[in-house]
């Protein structure tokens, strides 16, 4: 599947209809995707901000485009997602291989969540890999020129604190 296909399944939902002639204004800020590979639990959501309100709604489109009003954390303005090339998950997924080949990582990929951000006026997916052997892979993927720009391999272990007795 690619972003666009997502995307047309969006504009096509009525519920996000509803939205847009209610806020035209508002744009897309940004995604989330889950990709399972054992096709358990995928995901696609849109989030839109509405500048007059300072307001963000995701839409869920595994769940009919259910609109969702998210929190705000941030007073920080988001930048519009532009989304000026589409984008393969297959191709991605490919892109996520062969940079695991050229490090010599031989774990199989079970899950990949990517969250696509616009920042300092380029857009990016950013990507959590989660593989076998409880291994987690950070990635960032420059659109426009479809290539990884970060890669970084990390244990489930690393991120875990262990607390011992201490030694006198």
């Known amino acids: 599947m690619n972003l666009q296909f997502y995307l047309e399944k969006l504009h096509d939902s009525e519920n996000f209809k509803k939205f847009m002639k209610e806020n035209p204004e508002a744009y897309l800020c940004s995604g989330f995707f889950i ?66 080949f050229e490090q010599k990582i031989n774990n199989k990929i079970q899950k990949i969540l990517l969250s696509l951000q616009r920042l300092n006026g380029k857009d990016f997916l950013v990507g959590t890999v989660f593989i076998s052997g409880l291994g987690i892979l950070k990635v960032s993927i420059d659109i426009a020129e479809k290539k990884i720009i970060d890669f970084e391999k990390k244990s489930f272990f690393d991120m875990m604190k262990f607390k011992g007795k201490k030694k006198e």
């Open 35 to 100: 990709i399972d590979k054992e096709g358990k639990d995928n995901k696609q959501h849109f989030d839109f901000f509405i500048p007059e309100k300072k307001e963000t709604f995701s839409f869920q489109l595994e769940d009919n485009c259910k609109e969702i009003k998210l929190d705000t954390l941030d007073e920080r303005i988001p930048e519009k997602v532009l989304l000026s090339d589409d984008v393969e998950f297959e191709y991605l997924e490919k892109l996520i291989v062969g940079e695991m």
